[in-house]
């Protein structure tokens, strides 16, 4: 039961500080008053929302919100994300202003000669750092805040909705309807076609390896041969339980970024970030086996069939330019690597990729199915979703997130699959050797603080161009904080 959760201190300040803001009148004036609701309903959906999805699949079933509330409280959820984003542009270009007034400032001066060394300092400083806060909040308004409300909302929808679509499960499997469901034949599994011509990817992909390459868009591989291996093994592993009809080849890029994509024709890439994120060895096959869904679908050639690839990549070399080049335009990408935000996850095409809506509900379902034909916990693919949201935070969760979102629909789709997937006696979360793998990884991060020569486990963050600056006045946001904390930061949860 909801109502007998155990009630976190944080979300309520939070959740009472903002509806007092949202009944406010200088922010709720133009809205047509909406009646409240009731406090415990409040509490109660708030940390519903706050409530990791498989839990929730579990105990939506026995929740006595009724429609309405739930309606009541996205529509909260609306106007809070609508205050939280205003504010947070407000922000953004209070500091363009600051930002142009100080350019302004420093051209003037030196125009007329009447600047001191220590002035232009403080000068230069003053840009870098309106430039990182503003890049800052630039970022915030235009993922973080978004996402981290798709997030709730999708919990919101699975409240209302997961309870009558598992009647519909239950029925389907009583009446056998399920085996005719798409892709349902998971006993096929590596004899089945999704789609035919995958081996036709092959120079599609290897084209824009090259073409990524020739830009300066890929970052550099790992250089730890013993995690290298063991993703190798295991990715293998889950290529061979799958429709794949290419060979699977697979690349560990060193870069924070928690993300991993496959590009057509079985080129598989994984962040090193992503290996620190997930939590066990049914996560990241969970992510690995839905990026290989996404080859044996063909969806990036389905997707791109008119555009080639340098046209495509042309485009994210020129957002790229922005952020990869070097010199005082840098400053995008030491404020990047500092918090793993930016990278190529920013860059790639969602075209070559195949990420389209449909695509990712069919490549979660294939994913779930190869998961599962691996022997692995297919419920580890819905949980990471959770630990981005929640423990990673925003910042670093959102390269994985922007490609894919948490929206319900999919996960539904994932927790259908696995109830329509044959019984396993032994399904695999979490071995003996991915806890080995991950104390590697570790030791290669500890590395960075030692950065010898010997053990160049991860690249140097970029220095900044101005040195012995103050430091910037960053939007203080700790992974695992509601994101009510970024937009009001009087709020009594700091
Ligand atoms: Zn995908």
Redesign the pocket.
Known sequence: MFQVWRAKKIQRCVAVLLSGLLIAPQTGAQQPPRPPLPPEVFDALAEAVETPYLELFDKAAESEFSAAQIQRMRDYFDDSEDVCLKGMKRKAKALDKDLEKARKELRQKTNSRTISEAERHDLHCTIQNRRIEQEQAALFAKHSIPLAYQHKEAKLDLLESWPAELLRIDEDIESGAYLRREHGDVEDIGFREIVEGQNKDIKRGQEAIYEMRSLGLMPRELDDERVRTYVDRLAQAVGARSDLQVPLNVTVLDSDEINAFALPGGYLFIHRGLLEAVENDSQLVGVIA??IA?VTARHGHRLMKRATIASILYQAAQVGAIIFTGGAVGIGTYYALQYGFYGLGLVLSLEL???SRD??LE?DRLGVQYTWNAGYDPRGFIEFFDKMATEEGYIRGASWFR??PPFYARMLESRREIAFLPRKAELIVETDKFREFQSDLEFCTEGEERSTPEEPCRPTLLEPYEKDCPPPDKIDYEPGQPIEAVCFPASPSR
């Open positions: 839905h990026e996404h990729l195949g990420v695509y990712e490549a490609t894919h």
